[in-house]
Structure formats: structure tokens, C-alpha cells
């Protein structure tokens, strides 16, 4: 019997690498002039594409993709943002974590496996590219879904500045500080309307109506839809600052996925999505099919000085210039944080289907976000340590023993107990750092989140919080200091989501939890844009010494490079 399920083993294996395919790129990655939202600018493209090229592909193949850097003066990497990169960690793309900044004109071959079907994304991971427009969608099929649909669309979503991502990095490091200021424009798959409305008539401000030929750089993507039919939406967020709210005017949405993980379904009318979420969501198409109707998205955890994004839901036949009826959807109040929680806590692992958590954990962190000074300049710090990075990629260091390529001395596992969140920091003075945490392989890791007051008063923001190289378990939310006694109680460890990336909402926590079973050194860190290079993230470090055949191309700068360079004498 054993013989038999053994022979039912290697078959089925073996069928699963042959249909497994390779999917190779070639990709060219240059500045070019581009009006994503009607005002020219220049965008970070991929062979002339903005935003860049969708990879599709499907469960169990390798992804090549050749990486030539044309940018003039600067480094670059991509990062494959949800994909766990098992046995590929320097492809994980996380500058001088995982690799080296390719250089200009150099070609860099980014392979990894794509092993779990889902929404994905991928976007730079160097200075502030992501904000210049360096991003795309990744989507991974299963060759049988869980729920039927028709038909999908792809929407990915992300803010856009006129001021370009160079500029914003001098402000940010400026004394006096000059923080970058609210998006001018919301993208919908990198296109947006500054200077005028789709739905100015609604509007009681004086805007201009938008009148399109359809072929502008910045008219908006038509969905058209046929009538009573199931479409599911795949929606990934990019977004360098905005949190955003998505609705479809008439239509209830059922979601289905978040991170590229199955969750148990359930309808909204409007829908919370972070900077580093995607979700899936399913919709009916069982509205008056003789009118158009309007897909909104609306700042969140802001006040909101951009206006609405927006586009259509074109039912065929209708013509797609057709305006809707009624005016866009209203959102919730962007501080309505209630709503906000209302929503997270309805995402639940659907049974089955989304593994359980391990019921204890070997090791509890403590991370504290607060916002500090440093030498009179603004930074962000998590336990009174502001991250910065060395100039050796912490893989190749701790793989092959350098050990004065970083501090590596332990840093705090947590914060003080007296520390009150509620006020700005006694103490705002805070210190770089670039030490990491080293994480006993194969043990269960608790992280929990607390955030606090910034240096003003009653300020507290929204940070969403991204892991590379693992999904985690959400355990929980809650407002205040975390309590180790009474919070803990209240885990769910019945049906937690797995997710890649999750919020802390202001003045409160959240509790996550992941097993530390993937060689290599990850980031965690806010997928804020200017958060992350203001030095709010850590960095997680277990079984390097289980990771082989790290190409040198991953490692040729610092103090690795001389590893790799050949003795001309």
C-alpha cells in the first residue's frame, strides 16, 4: 500500500513540473515624459509602459525576468510584493536587504517560483521609486478557483504628485522639514483627472467637466460589463501615502481573497484598502442595465484634499461616455475610524481552506511607533530606533560572516512600560540604526504593533504594515496600550486571516503572528512611501544559513563585492 501511494506521489509531481511553465521577460527600465492625470510629468516606465507590464501566470512556474537599469544616475531594484520567494530570498528585491542596487546599464535576472495562487504586485523598493510610478500588477491563477465568475478585471491603484520623487527625498530630509503634502491625483490602473471631473456636473465647486476623446494618457479605463453576469474585481493598492475607500455605485461587493489568501466571504457596499492590500472581490452585474455606473475611490485616514478617483461601469450596449445617473458614492468620513475597524474585523480565514495558526508562540516583539527628532531632523522610530540601512545587503553579510557590515547587537524587544501613547514623546530625540532581528529558525513569532502619538498633539496616524518573504496570521486589533494579561485572551485563533500586510489604527495596536520557516533576511516595515525612508520599519533575519546558490550579481556591492572581484594582480 505504501509502495502504491508512493509510485500516486511522484506521478502527481511529476505532472505538476511539466505543466509548470518558465515565463521569461525582458524588461528595459527608463524616465519618460507621461501625463498620467493631464498635467505632463515624468513616470519610472518598463519598455515604454506606465504603469508596467501585468505578469500573469499560473501556480507552480518560474518567473524570469531580465532587469536592465536605464536610468541615468541611480540605483534600482523590484520587489515581488506577496510572493514568499522560498529558496530565492536575494529575488526578493529589497535593496540592501536582499541585494544590491542594480547600477545603471546593468542587467540583473530577477527568477523565482510563484508557488500560491492570488493578487499580487510588484513595485520598487529603492529611495522613493514606487512614488515616481515604478510599479505593476502580478497576477497568479490557480487552475481551479475556489467561487465561479464570468469574467475578472484588474484595478490597481495608487496617488500621484506633481512634484517629482527626487524632490520629495530632498524635503524629507530637510531642516527645516518639508513634509510632501496631500497626492494631487488619485490613478486608477495610472490614469487620473487633475484639472477637470468626470462628474463635475454633481460637483458644487467650480470644475471643469472632462471631455475626452478616450486615447489621452490620462482617460480613464472603461470597465464594460454585460448584464447579469458574476465579475470578480482584483484590487491591489500601491499607493506611496493615500489609504483609500473603493465602491461600485449600486452594486454589493463580496470579498473573497486578501494577500493572495481565501477568506470567508462577505458583502460591503464600500471597501477599506491600504498601501501593500489587495483583495478579490465578486460582483452581480444586476443593476438597470440601460444606465452607466460609477467606480469611486476616496481618501481614507487622511483629511482629504485630492479629489475622488473615478471611473466607469460601462453597461453594454450602453455607450461607455455615458455618464451615470446619480452622482459618485459618497465615502465614509476619512476619520471615522470605527467604520475602519468594522471592516477589518470582518476578514476571517475561511475554513478548510486557511490553515490555523500555531496555538503558542515561542517569542513575543514589541514594536513601538513613534515619530522623533534626530539631530533636528524628522524620523520615524520603532523602539527609539530609526532604521537606516548599511551599505552591505544584510543576506550576503550574515551568509558568509562579515560581521562589521552592521551593528549587530541586539535591538529592544520592547519598549517601556511606562511610556504613554497618548501624548507626543517626553523625549523626542532618537537614534539611527541598522541592527536586525535574528530569529531562531523554525519558531513561532508574535509581533505586536502599538502605535502611538506623533511629536504634535493629538495626532496619531494609519501605518499598514508589510512582511516580505511570509504571510501571518492577524490575531487581533484593539485601541490603547497593548495589555499582555487581558489582550491576549481575546486572539482569535479559531479562523485568523492570513494576510501579507495589515493596519494599526491611531492610538492602538495590533497582534500578528508568523512561523520563522523561510531562509533569509526580510523586511517589516510601513508601506508608507516616505514612513519607510524616514526609518520606520525592522528587519528579520532566520536559517540564513540554509539558503544556497546566491548569485553574485545579488551581492557585488560593499563589503561582499570583493568576494566576487578577480585579482588582476
Same mark, same amino acid.
Given at each position: ?35 498620467? &492625470? ?111 465568475? &464570468? ?63 478616450? &486615447? ?354
Amino acid at each position: 500500500m505504501s509502495s502504491l501511494l508512493g509510485i500516486f506521489l511522484y506521478l502527481f509531481l511529476l505532472l505538476s513540473s511539466i505543466s509548470a511553465k518558465n515565463r521569461e521577460y525582458k524588461w528595459r527600465v527608463e524616465y519618460m515624459h507621461w501625463c498620467p &492625470d493631464g498635467v505632463d510629468g515624468v513616470v519610472i516606465s518598463i519598455n515604454g509602459q506606465f504603469p508596467g507590464p501585468t505578469i500573469r501566470a499560473i501556480v507552480g512556474d518560474t518567473i524570469f525576468v531580465h532587469l536592465t537599469n536605464n536610468l541615468p544616475t541611480e540605483g534600482l531594484v523590484i520587489h515581488w510584493h506577496g510572493i514568499s520567494q522560498i529558496g530565492t530570498p536575494w529575488a526578493d528585491g529589497a535593496a540592501l536587504i536582499s541585494q544590491c542596487p542594480i547600477n545603471p546599464g546593468e542587467t540583473f535576472l530577477y527568477k523565482f517560483k510563484v508557488d500560491k495562487a492570488g493578487t499580487y504586485f510588484y513595485h520598487g523598493h529603492y529611495g522613493m521609486q514606487r512614488s515616481a510610478g515604478l510599479y505593476g500588477s502580478l497576477i497568479v491563477e490557480d487552475e481551479k478557483e475556489a467561487f465561479h465568475y &464570468d469574467e475578472e478585471f484588474n484595478l490597481l491603484l495608487s496617488d500621484w504628485w506633481h512634484k517629482s520623487s527626487h524632490d520629495q527625498q530632498i524635503d524629507l530630509s530637510s531642516k527645516p522639514f518639508r513634509w510632501i503634502g496631500e497626492p494631487h491625483t488619485l490613478l486608477m490602473n495610472g490614469r487620473g483627472q487633475f484639472n477637470c471631473s468626470l462628474a463635475a456636473q454633481f460637483s458644487k465647486l467650480p470644475i471643469t467637466q472632462c471631455k475626452l476623446r478616450g &486615447d489621452e494618457q490620462y482617460a480613464p479605463q472603461i470597465f464594460k460589463v454585460h448584464p447579469s453576469k458574476t465579475y470578480r474585481l482584483r484590487v491591489a493598492s500601491t499607493t506611496a501615502l493615500a489609504s483609500l475607500n473603493l465602491a461600485i455605485e449600486g452594486h454589493k461587493m463580496m470579498v473573497v481573497e486578501a494577500d493572495g489568501n481565501y477568506i470567508q466571504p462577505f458583502f460591503v457596499e464600500n471597501m477599506d484598502i491600504y498601501s501593500g492590500e489587495s483583495y478579490s472581490i465578486l460582483f452581480k452585474t444586476d443593476q438597470d442595465p440601460s444606465n452607466n455606473y460609477w467606480i469611486s475611490i476616496s481618501v481614507r485616514g487622511r483629511e482629504p484634499k485630492t479629489p475622488q478617483g473615478l471611473t466607469i461601469l460601462n453597461y453594454i450596449p450602453n455607450f461607455a461616455s455615458k455618464i451615470p445617473n446619480s452622482p459618485p458614492p459618497l465615502a465614509p468620513l476619512w476619520n471615522d475610524y470605527n467604520y475602519s475597524k468594522a471592516f477589518s474585523n470582518k476578514i476571517f480565514g475561511l475554513m478548510g481552506l486557511s490553515p490555523k495558526p500555531p496555538t503558542r508562540q515561542n517569542r513575543r516583539i514589541l514594536l513601538l511607533n513613534t515619530q522623533n527628532r534626530i539631530e533636528g531632523y524628522i524620523r520615524w522610530s520603532i523602539n527609539n530606533i530609526s532604521l537606516v540601512f548599511p551599505t552591505t545587503p544584510y543576506l550576503g553579510s550574515i551568509k558568509h560572516g562579515i560581521n562589521n557590515a552592521f551593528d549587530t547587537k541586539s535591538p529592544p524587544n520592547t519598549f517601556s512600560k511606562n511610556y504613554n501613547i497618548m501624548k507626543p514623546p517626553p523625549n523626542p530625540n532618537s537614534t539611527y540604526g541598522n541592527r536586525i532581528y535574528m530569529l531562531k529558525f523554525n519558531t513561532t513569532i508574535d509581533i505586536i504593533l502599538q502605535n502611538a502619538n506623533a511629536l504634535g498633539e493629538n495626532v496619531s496616524e494609519i501605518h499598514p504594515w508589510h512582511l516580505h518573504g511570509h504571510n501571518f496570521w492577524v490575531l487581533g486589533y484593539g485601541d490603547g496600550k497593548f495589555d499582555h494579561k487581558k489582550d491576549v485572551e481575546k486572539f482569535n485563533l479559531k479562523n485568523p486571516p492570513l494576510r501579507n500586510t495589515v493596519v494599526i489604527f491611531p492610538y492602538g495596536w495590533t497582534a500578528i503572528r508568523f512561523v520563522a520557516n523561510n531562509p533569509g533576511v526580510w523586511a517589516f516595515h510601513c508601506h508608507i512611501e516616505p514612513h519607510l525612508h524616514l526609518g520606520m520599519g525592522v528587519v528579520f533575519a532566520e536559517g540564513v544559513h540554509l539558503v544556497k546558490n546566491m548569485p553574485n550579481e545579488a551581492l557585488n556591492c560593499g563589503l561582499t563585492r570583493k568576494m566576487f572581484v578577480k585579482d588582476k594582480h
